[in-house]
């Protein structure tokens, strides 16, 4: 995982403020290049979309939340190894 992804993640899963280079973070909300790729809802759980670019870079910054992983083959996204257009779905994941 390049250090980007660490760190940018790291802020959002604690409800901090950051922006490194093409990503940046309110705690609340994640964004790629603008576009959103990660909320929290009212109720604390995560939700995650590739915002219609599914690019290697939004495949890193969401492996990079827990209950996210999404591996790629013959161009199909997978999501905890089900078959994933990139709409927003709702993980497991709950924040206090």
Request: hydrophobic fraction near 30%; charge should be positive.
């Amino acid at each position: 995982m390049r250090k980007i992804t660490e760190q940018i993640s790291n802020s959002f899963l604690n409800k901090k403020s950051r922006k490194i280079g093409n990503s940046e973070t309110d705690g609340r909300n994640f964004w790629l290049h603008r576009e959103k790729i990660a909320k929290f809802d009212d109720d604390g759980f995560l939700w995650i979309s590739n915002a219609g670019y599914p690019s290697n870079t939004t495949k890193e910054r969401l492996n990079s939340l827990p209950c996210v992983r999404i591996h790629q083959k013959n161009f199909v996204w997978y999501l905890n190894n089900q078959a994933w257009g990139g709409e927003w779905v709702k993980t497991e994941f709950k924040r206090d």
